[in-house]
């Protein structure tokens, strides 16, 4: 086992080391431009999403596929990841999370109109897309289609499942005294309750449980934030100054390198949100939208809730926390160092500023940010199923998927986060490459349904028919 860790670790340090982060935020960059800032339009979509879409044909509302996404994306990296990003990057981490945030905008505007733009229809009316729809039929390239396919359902398994189990049993033991088989049969019964109803099961849940979770979880940053209110302003100050300079914080902890602030804060932004993963818009397919391009402006408000609204606020309240109670978020390590905690342990003590409830409102968020991950992910999963083998394989995949729960919950699962972490970078390659292929394609037809007619007055593109 110490030797498979190592090959993983050697297979990350390449997979998401400097390379893979500047092909990121290089696409999103370029992408921004290559769309004249799109992201100028997030209110727009933001509008769409409970807007009715006349002549639109699809499997879920917009905003049930928003919502499907969003249940992929909020999970346990709103909490702990951003806590991570502070520990190993510093307050500059915030900066650069935000930033890569704002940039990423434009990629998941750009994947999400080329899912819907390439999507097809089976006999039974079903619609199916994502990057290995844009990458078969947009580049002719299916065999690179069929590697991103492979790629997602290992993912699925690792971190849209394993990992996100083994994330609720571990808070709820701490915090309750729950064991771990108890959780893991509870929680394998209800994921398999869900999963086994399809898209429009999941996607029931998702629009009911999204909003009640991601407004608790920002009432009590937002609650925290204002018992620190003092801290805000030298907390944001904080913030932009270390993502630019070497700075040490409050208390004795040893100043932070930029280089690793910019590191963190785009790692973790990235996996925040997911965009050039290409995870999200096998969702945004299923949406019932009349043309690419209204789908995609409510796709990308997305990253905005994700990171822009979210992360940021987590952020700096995190920092907050840090400058008001140096000593309680503090270690001295063997070198006579002094530290920050680790980021669960970090997220756990700044919840602790919730007099009594606090930690049991972090185990409900964690719970619920990690169960939705998990029914998100296994309906990407199933369409990569569905693409290589077909709508046979559906059933069986659905009830493997759910009892596969119970094993990361009862499970150590410290070489399948970096596992996960590996086959993430792995999907990302393709779908990024269909990006910049298709550049062209996202300019054209964004011009056609968006800067000449502002939506409106467009007949609706036909989707191909497919027995399946």
Not at 77 to 106: D, E, H, M
Request: with cysteine; aromatic share 12%.
């Amino acid at each position: 086992m110490e030797f498979i860790q190592e090959i993983v670790d050697v297979a990350n340090g390449v997979l998401w080391g400097w390379p893979m982060l500047i092909l990121l935020v290089g696409t999103h960059i370029y992408l921004t431009f290559k769309l004249k800032f799109i992201q100028a339009h997030t209110f727009k979509g933001i509008k769409l999403t409970f807007a009715k879409d006349p002549n639109a044909k699809g499997d879920v509302s917009q905003w049930g596929a928003l919502a499907v996404a969003l249940s992929a994306t909020l999970g346990t990296g709103n909490i702990v990841g951003v806590a991570t990003a502070v520990v190993r990057g510093g307050p500059g981490a915030i900066f650069w999370l935000w930033i890569t945030g704002l940039f990423g905008i434009a990629t998941k505007y750009a994947e999400a109109l080329l899912a819907v733009k390439y999507r097809v229809q089976t006999s039974d009316g079903t619609m199916l897309g994502g990057p290995m729809y844009a990458i078969e039929r947009g580049m002719k390239m299916k065999w690179l289609g069929v590697l991103f396919a492979i790629f997602t359902v290992i993912a699925t398994f690792g971190i849209g499942n394993l990992v996100q189990a083994n994330s609720i049993t571990l808070n709820v033991e701490n915090t309750l005294g729950v064991p771990p088989f108890a959780t893991g049969i509870f929680l394998t019964v209800l994921t398999l309750l869900v999963i086994v109803g399809g898209l429009k099961s999941i996607a029931r849940v998702a629009t009911t449980v999204i909003p009640f979770m991601a407004i608790m979880f920002f009432v009590c940053c937002f609650a925290i934030l204002m018992m620190n209110y003092e801290y805000i302003g030298a907390a944001l100050a904080l913030i932009l100054k270390s993502a630019f300079t070497t700075q040490a914080i409050q208390g004795g902890i040893e100043g932070y390198l930029v280089t690793l602030a910019i590191r963190f804060g785009i790692a973790r932004g990235l996996f925040s949100n997911e965009a050039g993963l290409g995870s999200s818009p096998i969702a945004a397919a299923a949406a019932t939208s009349s043309n690419p391009v209204r789908q995609a402006l409510v796709s990308m408000s997305q990253v905005f809730w994700d990171t822009i609204i979210l992360c940021f606020t987590t952020g700096t309240m995190y920092v907050t926390c840090i400058l008001r109670f140096p000593e309680r978020f503090t270690t001295v390590n063997d070198a006579g160092q002094t530290v920050l905690l680790g980021g669960a342990t970090f997220a756990a003590k700044s919840f602790e500023s919730i007099p009594v409830i606090g930690p049991y409102l972090l185990t409900l968020t964690i719970f619920l940010f990690a169960w939705t991950t998990i029914l998100g992910w296994e309906y990407y999963g199933e369409r990569c199923i569905e693409y290589l083998g077909g709508k046979k394989f559906l059933m069986p995949f659905r009830i493997f998927y759910g009892l596969i729960v119970y094993v990361g919950a009862t499970t150590a699962l410290n070489l399948v986060w970096d596992i996960a972490d590996a086959f993430n970078a792995l999907m990302a390659i393709p779908n990024l490459v269909s990006l910049l292929a298709l550049s062209g394609v996202l300019v054209a037809v964004t011009k056609e349904y968006l800067w000449d007619n502002n939506l409106e007055g467009i007949d609706p593109d036909p989707i191909p028919r497919i027995d399946n």
